[in-house]
């Protein structure tokens, strides 16, 4: 079956650059109709989606974090990917990688499959 | 910007009924789906389109929709139920957002 697993620093320095990839198994990242997507969570707090890239290549990213966040696909590689800039404290999250399905509805969608997530502290 | 609303805590005993709320202005045009999670695991899907279940998931566990509020069900709760639940939909541009999320408590 189908499985995601994150990788990446987990320690990152204020002000730097955050990166982690997802790596797909088990299936293909250019198969259709998927949304790969992040999700963060801090710790003791809610999750926040963070966006999404879509089997063709387009992107939607949420608007409070539009500004700073990159979410690309490799498919030599079977991995998706998400950078964000200019990190702060604030940002020290548990970072979930996900596949979401689009339901028969505009705009809509849901998470199916989760990794088990990747905690990284931003702290000097 | 968008909110999904949810109740910060529910509380029940084994065997009862515990019933969880989500409220938001775009759910009678948008479905609605819940995860659970339990600590230090990533969330799990236990109801997708408001009120469908996936395999896997007990037939205790059910959704429904009215208006600008859905509610998750759990008849019959367990202490495993004990979790974290959240809900999650979208706004009309395709921007995804979860409820706050719920601690559900079995006493």
């Known amino acids: 079956q189908v499985q995601l697993q994150e990788s990446g620093p987990g320690l990152v320095k204020p002000s730097e650059t955050l990166s982690l990839t997802c790596t797909v198994s088990g299936g293909s990242v250019s198969s259709g109709s998927n949304y790969w997507s992040w999700i963060r969570q801090p710790p003791g707090m809610g999750l926040e989606w963070i966006g999404y890239i879509y089997y063709s290549g387009s992107t939607n990213y949420n608007p409070s974090l539009k500004s700073r966040v990159t979410i690309s696909v490799d498919t030599s590689k079977n991995q998706f990917s998400l950078k964000l800039t200019s990190v702060t404290a604030a940002d020290t999250a548990v970072y979930y990688c996900?596949?979401?399905?689009?339901?028969?509805?505009?705009?809509?969608?849901?998470?199916?499959?989760w990794g088990r997530g990747t905690l990284v502290s931003v702290s000097s | 910007s968008y909110e999904l609303t949810q109740p910060p805590s529910v509380s029940v005993s084994p065997g009862q009924t515990a019933r969880i709320t989500c409220s938001g202005d775009a759910l009678p045009k948008q479905y609605a789906y819940w995860y659970r999670q339990k600590p230090g695991q990533a969330p799990v899907l236990v109801i997708y389109k408001d009120s469908e279940r996936p395999s896997g998931i007990p037939e205790r566990f059910s959704g429904s929709s009215s208006g600008t509020t859905v509610t998750l069900t759990i008849s019959g709760v367990q202490a495993e139920d004990e979790a974290d639940y959240y809900c999650q939909s979208a706004d009309s541009s395709a921007t995804g957002v979860f409820g706050g999320g719920t601690k559900l408590t079995v006493l």
């Open positions: 996900a596949r979401a399905l689009p339901s028969n509805l505009p705009a809509n969608w849901y998470f199916d499959l």
